[in-house]
C-alpha cells in the first residue's frame, strides 16, 4: 500500500498551508493512500482545540476539519514544537498523537511519499 506523511510547519491562519495539507491527506485516504500528517513548528497550532475562526475570520476550523482524516489517517504532532510553544497535550484536538525525534524519524523513514506542504 503507499502511504504519504504530509508535513506541516506553518501556522494555520494566513496562509493556505495548514488547510491544504489535510485536504490533500483527505484526497489522499479516499484514493486508497495511508496518509498522515505531520504538524510541526508553527503548524501546531493547527491542532489547537476550540478554534473559534468560522466566527472571527469566516475561515474553516483546521482544527474540527482534522477530524476528517480519522481514523484512516493520523494527526502527528512533534513535541519539542509543541514544548517550545509552550502549549500543553490538554489543548489538542483529542485525534493528536505526540510524537519525539526519533519516532518521527521512524515514521519518515517508513512512507513512500513525504509531502512538505
Known amino acids: ?22 485536504y490533500v491527506a483527505i484526497a489522499g485516504l ?3 493512500i495511508h496518509a498522515d500528517i505531520l504538524l510541526i513548528g508553527d503548524g501546531v497550532y493547527s491542532a489547537l482545540k476550540d478554534q473559534s475562526s468560522e466566527k ?8 474540527e476539519l482534522s477530524y476528517s482524516i480519522f481514523p484512516e489517517g ?10 517550545q510553544r509552550g502549549i500543553e497535550y490538554g489543548d489538542l484536538v483529542e485525534i493528536a498523537e505526540l510524537i519525539d525525534d526519533k519516532t518521527l ?9 513525504i509531502i512538505k506542504i
Request: zero cysteines.
Open 74 to 83: 493520523n494527526l502527528f504532532i512533534h513535541l519539542a514544537s509543541l514544548t
Open 56 to 63: 472571527t475570520i469566516g475561515y474553516p476550523s483546521v482544527g
Open 105 to 113: 524519524y521512524n515514521l519518515s523513514k517508513s512512507k513512500n511519499h
Open 30 to 32: 479516499d484514493k486508497g
Open 1 to 22: 500500500m503507499q502511504s504519504a506523511l504530509i508535513i506541516i510547519d506553518k501556522a494555520p491562519y494566513g496562509h493556505e498551508n495548514a488547510l491544504s495539507g489535510i
